[in-house]
């Protein structure tokens, strides 16, 4: 009995994972030699997010790994500035960076970032 139980967790393991999407996004601020970039795993409606500054590929600043959850597939993650909250919002097979004004909710249309793409990595 103890083998078998082992055997599906074994099996059970790589399966399980095998739903999870990798994601590594960046972004350029505007007038500045500074960037973002956020990774990302998504499981369904489960995600982690990451966020870090580089300045001349050195990392700057680590906000840590945070956990979320999402019915809408948007993902709340940490902003870049502080006066705006951030999402990472499904478009076709990647995410865009969507900013909202967290007094109304309305999305910023005057971005303070001058590029943002993500990569989907494959297993």
Wanted: glycine share 4%.
């Amino acid at each position: 009995m103890k083998l078998s139980a082992a055997l599906f967790v074994l099996l059970f393991v790589p399966f399980s994972q095998a739903t999870e999407k990798t994601f590594q996004c960046r972004g350029d601020f505007k007038n500045s030699i500074q960037i973002f970039r956020y990774s990302l795993f998504v499981d369904g409606k489960n995600s982690r997010s990451r966020l870090m500054f580089y300045k001349e590929e050195r990392m700057t600043k680590d906000f840590g790994w945070k956990k979320h959850v999402s019915n809408s597939g948007k993902i709340i993650v940490d902003s870049p500035w502080p006066q705006y909250r951030a999402y990472l919002v499904p478009e076709s097979t990647v995410y865009l960076l969507a900013l909202v004004n967290p007094a109304n909710d309305v999305q910023v249309d005057d971005v303070p970032f001058s590029r943002f793409y993500c990569v989907k990595f494959l297993p």
